[in-house]
């Protein structure tokens, strides 16, 4: 997050170029370092949880789950 706020406060100094290129490059970098820092943090975790990917909750993970949801 620290990271993504500084880059998106950089390229916000831009917007006070002269360039009219420069300026409208530095709102697209910093509204897309923006956006995608949200959607890590929101986005992401929610995604995963759902998905259950092996490599992250095993083989175990999807039977357990599986086996929860006949038993209700």
Do not use: N
Not at 5 to 26: D, N
Not at 34 to 51: G, H, Q, R
């Amino acid at each position: 997050m620290y990271v993504a706020s500084a880059i998106s406060g950089g390229y916000l100094v831009l917007c006070t170029s002269g360039f009219v290129y420069h300026r409208e490059l530095s709102m697209m970098i910093a509204l897309a370092m923006t956006v995608s820092s949200i959607a890590a943090i929101t986005v992401l975790p929610a995604l995963l949880v759902w998905v259950q990917p092996r490599f992250l909750f095993g083989e175990t993970s999807r039977l357990v789950d599986r086996r929860m949801r006949r038993s209700a």
